[in-house]
């Protein structure tokens, strides 16, 4: 079975597919988001995973908004513990370091153990590519790259530390999503996730949100995107704990559509543990 994320081989999206499957699967990785999408609208692979959100920096913007705008189905959820690793060339002492290529996020979130080892960052792409770099360039003998300790089993790197982050509580969400046709027919149905706009008169907001307390449903995530086509307007983005088959769910989304413009249901799906 082929499944597609973004990056390259060793890339943290890599392993969270890998946790979460725990079976022989092809994970293929694609330069963008974007390309993911695409790949699996074509049906050249049968499950796309993508980063949603990271419990320090917040959401991933960009995939978020491909989610809404394709026609997918979430079936499963995976918190991926992100245990950043010093990567060098094998021979390299950690005092040898003079930078370290990595993804911004990356560099942001093991800037304290930078400063404290006088290393300078400098930006990539991304962490697992960074490695891939690094590994085919023989004269690179001041330079690592911050990555997964998969990269390091990839590209033949040397782990010279490990856990290097600043927060060790440190998760990123993963969504697991396929077209309507491959939705398993025995999927577990624990969470919901959708979106909605309101429509533009006072307390829309907060009358959508009531309906959700009425009807009994535990708000896990709520978060607002700006709508490009109309500006100052928002899409909500809400998780809650539920199925759509549920009655109080139903009963719900139809209280909901009084003071929407769009409702749009991603899925419901089995509750990640972390």
Do not use: W
Not at 11 to 21: G, K
Not at 60 to 75: G, S
Not at 132 to 151: H, N, R
Not at 152 to 176: C, H, M, P, W
């Amino acid at each position: 079975m082929k499944i597609a994320f973004q990056g390259k081989k060793g890339a943290y999206s890599e392993m969270a597919i890998l946790s979460y499957f725990q079976k022989d699967v092809i994970a293929t990785g694609y330069d963008l988001s974007e390309e993911v999408c695409e790949a699996l609208e074509n049906d050249e692979v049968a499950i796309g995973v993508l980063p949603v959100e990271n419990s320090i920096v917040g959401n991933v913007a960009v995939n978020v908004d491909l989610l809404l705008n394709h026609h997918f189905f979430i079936i499963g959820e995976i918190y991926l513990p992100i245990k950043h690793c010093l990567l060098a060339r094998k021979g390299t002492k950690i005092e040898d370091i003079k930078t370290v290529k990595s993804h911004p996020i990356a560099l942001a979130q093991c800037h304290d153990f930078l400063v404290r080892n006088r290393i300078k960052g400098i930006p990539e792409f991304d962490t697992a590519g960074s490695s891939e770099l690094l590994s085919k360039d023989d004269s690179l003998k001041e330079e690592g790259t911050i990555s997964s300790s998969l990269s390091a089993q990839y590209y033949g790197l040397e782990i010279l530390s490990d856990n290097i982050q600043k927060v060790e509580t440190n998760f990123t969400r993963f969504v697991v999503f396929v077209k309507e046709k491959n939705i398993p027919e025995t999927l577990r149905q624990e969470k919901t996730s959708l979106a909605f706009s309101t429509n533009h008169n006072p307390g829309a907001l907060l009358k959508c949100l009531e309906e959700f307390a009425n009807h009994g449903l535990n708000l896990t995530k709520i978060e607002s995107r700006p709508i490009p086509e109309n500006p100052f307007m928002y899409t909500f983005f809400v998780d809650f704990l539920g199925s759509i088959h549920d009655q109080n769910v139903q009963d719900c989304l139809i209280k909901l559509k009084e003071n929407t413009k769009s409702i749009k249901i991603f899925g419901s799906y089995p509750q990640g543990k972390f």
